[in-house]
């Protein structure tokens, strides 16, 4: 008898570490009610992992979202299961290449004389740590989808969101701006490429763009937040070639699994930012698992931040619309 006690105990104790243990990576939750009812808002990337969740739970609190993938018959799918999940209907879809120009411009021409008004900008797509490969218009693949697309796209819609205001863009971006630098002299990596140096690169850049777009908008309402989602469980490995195979493997996928947050807890600082009242008077900053924190010093490199935009402005031919 005091065997099976003695085991049962150790069963739950095993059972209650193991939820504690969960509760410790799905990290924290936005947990307000705050709804955003009439609200239009615009998530590039949603149709899977986290832009999905987080295009989910802003239907269910009354939004009228826009997913803007590069492929419309993923985005209609998802669609039609965020219609099937919430019994929401007020969810578009719109075509958006971010390694296009040309689509990005396309999308926002379209998406302004669609639209009176733009409340919530989510810059959340994004490619991980892939072969180098060029966008349509030359650049490095990553550094082109994660930063200059978002860049032009959210300098195209920035006069939509000032008539909006106040208003809010929210940018994606990683732990791993932690180990990026923001290479002056290579920027587009065409002397040299590493795919992660790469990667780390555009989301310090993601960073450097929030940073000063913040100071670029102060005093017109609308406000800007980099957020990083945590270590999540999603399709973001697909393009890391041979890579990919393994973290979706048999074996090795209920496993990372126990480590890596759900989508919806990788939404959790999206939804934060995007709807809590209480960083109406917040701009620029770096947020994760529902908190301000600091990002590393070249995050915070005002020079480099004001260099990066001048070089994103030329690249992208964009004018000078904020300044």
């Known amino acids: 008898m005091i065997d099976f006690v003695y085991i049962g105990a150790l069963a739950l104790l095993a059972f209650l570490g193991f939820k ?39 239907l269910l609190r009354g939004g009228k979202v826009y997913i803007a993938c590069r492929s419309l018959e993923k985005a209609n799918q998802a669609r039609q299961e965020l219609l099937a999940e ?71 819609l920035l006069d939509r969101l000032k008539a909006s205001s106040p208003s809010r863009i929210v940018n994606l971006s990683s732990l791993a701006h932690k180990w990026g630098s923001i290479n002056k002299q290579d920027l587009n990596s065409e002397q040299s490429y590493n795919q992660v140096t790469a990667y780390c690169q555009s989301k310090l850049a993601n960073v450097l763009f929030t940073r000063e777009l913040g100071k670029r908008l102060k005093g017109t309402g609308v406000t800007t937040y980099a957020v990083h989602p945590g270590t999540v469980d999603t399709e973001l490995a697909r393009h890391m070639g041979t890579f990919f195979f393994l973290f979706e493997h048999k074996l090795v996928k209920p496993l990372l699994r126990l480590v890596f947050k759900t989508p919806r807890s990788g939404a959790q600082t999206s939804l934060y930012t995007a709807l809590d009242e209480e960083l109406a008077s917040e701009s620029g900053k770096y947020y994760a698992d529902c908190r301000a ?22 690249m992208t031919g964009l004018s000078n619309k904020t300044s």
């Open 86 to 156: 919430t019994g929401m209907d007020n969810i578009h879809v719109r075509e958006l290449d971010l390694a296009s120009l040309e689509s990005v411009r396309k999308f926002a021409t379209s998406f302004l004389a669609e639209e009176p008004r733009l409340d919530i900008l989510i810059n959340n797509a994004g490619v991980m740590a892939c072969p180098k490969a060029l966008t349509k218009d030359g650049f490095e693949q990553q550094l082109g989808v994660n930063h200059l697309g978002h860049f032009l796209l959210t300098n195209l």
């Open 293 to 314: 924190t600091v990002p590393t010093k070249a995050a915070r490199d005002d020079e480099t931040a004001s260099w990066l935009w001048n070089m994103s402005e030329k």
């Open 20 to 58: 504690l243990f969960r509760l410790f990576i799905e990290g924290g939750q936005f947990r307000k009610t705050t709804r955003c009812d009439g609200k239009v808002i615009v998530i590039t990337g949603a149709n899977t992992g986290i832009g999905k969740e987080t295009a989910k739970e802003l």
